[in-house]
């Protein structure tokens, strides 16, 4: 634990589980641990994880397991900030601090108002309903392709075959990406997140290749935007202003917008779509009742995301002393909201641990809380009905033909590949 965090106060503050590591990324490497933040909620709920030595910055930080504690935090964006807190010139949604040039202050999840709910509104326009709803029709088309490509083949990587596919050919027709650029931008991305040869705070040679490779291009595209802007939300964020105090976006803040609408865009969904056929094989009943009744869809869409829960934390820090659920948080600490366990809290949702398509109250944290919540959550939504009513259109069935291979990462709860034999209708 750091010096400056190692009083009285802190080591009161126990952590229960002195063999688990939450920034030990072989935890997270099967999916995310819920038999580990079940203890934690019976615990207490609100703990100090103190550092080790895998911990970024050797620093430790706050952990809010509850449905309860997070939801008001989330919230209160003044005293928790998504940029920074008390002396650090670093911070950001991760555990560890990342550098002004890397995202804080600049990327607008890691952002704090006014600035950041002005570009919010800026780039609104690009993703309004029904500009997501004229998309339903052309994403039909691409999600039938995919499936039955996938059902002539009879068995293959749903990842990649089908999961994979619909968010990057939408996000990817949203913002006007040529079709040839599509797969090597999805590759980049890929190499960026991965964590399969490194641990959190450091980088590899793949990594920081898909880096500067993805950032080249996003250069490359957002001053195509500026020299011919479009009707796209990345040429909105380009050529509008945010305010008349605040003014237009800088260069970099132009270049973040276009990062962080492709990464989200496909990251997250992917996971979801996956995740949620995953666990269609491992529950057949439910399927077996959607197919039935297809009617439940909505239900069984709000039910795969709380369930698989793609993102499961976000990182605030403290910008000011403060008591929350009895403990004394202070300024410049790290905080991190654990969407995952809020998700299956006992406290607030009924048999957490059963995956029901008809769950009436289904108030998830998939999509986060307050002002910070997703801002692509209808196109999210969008993609995933698409895709699973082609699934129930086409495909009777589905077995796993090998072992599921899980993203090792504690920031996002996803499948790299897996293997599936499917039976048509």
């Not at 750091?2 to 009083?7: A, I, K, N, R, T």
């Not at 103190?50 to 430790?60: F, I, S, W, Y």
């Not at 002539?152 to 999961?163: L, N, Y």
């Not at 050919?169 to 040839?180: D, K, N, R, T």
Request: charged share 20%.
């Amino acid at each position: 634990m750091s010096e400056h965090l190692c009083d009285s106060e802190r080591c009161a503050t126990y952590w229960p589980l002195p063999d688990v590591d939450l920034t030990d990324l072989t935890l997270f490497s099967q999916g995310f641990p819920h038999d580990v933040f079940t203890q934690l909620r019976q615990n207490d709920g609100v703990l100090y994880h103190p550092a080790t030595p895998l911990t970024p910055d050797n620093e430790g930080f706050w952990v809010f397991t509850r449905y309860q504690d997070i939801v008001p935090l989330a919230r209160d964006i003044d005293t928790f900030s998504s940029h920074r807190g008390g002396a650090r010139t670093g911070g950001g949604t991760m555990i560890e601090d990342l550098p002004s040039a890397a995202g804080p202050g600049t990327v607008i999840n890691m952002m704090d108002d006014p600035r950041h709910k002005a570009l919010r509104r800026l780039m609104a326009p690009g993703i309004t309903r029904g500009r997501i709803a004229a998309l339903e029709p052309v994403l039909t088309v691409a999600a039938r392709q995919a499936i039955v490509s996938a059902l002539t083949k009879g068995e293959g990587d749903f990842v990649s075959d089908i999961a994979a596919e619909l968010p990057l050919f939408a996000i990817a027709h949203l913002v006007g990406i040529p079709p040839e650029d599509r797969h090597p931008i999805s590759g980049w991305i890929n190499a960026v997140l991965d964590y399969a040869d490194r641990q959190l705070g450091q980088s590899s040679a793949s990594s920081q290749q898909g880096m500067q490779q993805f950032m080249a291009y996003a250069q490359r595209f957002v001053e195509q935007r500026r020299q011919a802007p479009g009707d796209d939300i990345v040429s909105l964020a380009i050529a509008g202003e945010l305010s008349a105090e605040l003014g237009s976006l800088t260069p970099m803040e132009q270049v973040m917008v276009f990062s962080v609408v492709m990464v989200a865009g496909l990251e997250t969904t992917r996971n979801a779509i996956a995740g949620g056929i995953l666990t269609f094989i491992q529950h057949p009943q439910q399927w077996l009742l959607l197919q039935r009744e297809p009617v439940r869809m909505n239900r069984a869409l709000e039910e795969i995301l709380r369930w698989t829960s793609p993102t499961p934390y976000n990182r605030r820090t403290a910008t000011r002393d403060v008591d929350v659920a009895g403990k004394r948080i202070k300024a410049g600490e790290k905080v991190t909201l654990w969407w995952a366990s809020a998700n299956r809290d006992e406290q607030q949702f009924e048999n957490p641990f059963a995956f029901d398509i008809c769950r009436e109250k289904n108030a998830h944290l998939a999509f986060g809380s307050g002002g910070h919540s997703c801002l692509g959550a209808q196109l999210a939504t969008l993609e995933m009905r698409v895709v699973f009513r082609e699934l129930l259109n086409h495909i009777d069935t589905f077995a796993l033909n090998g072992p599921v291979e899980w993203v090792r990462s504690n920031k996002h709860t996803g499948i790299r590949r897996m293997p599936l034999r499917y039976k048509g209708l």
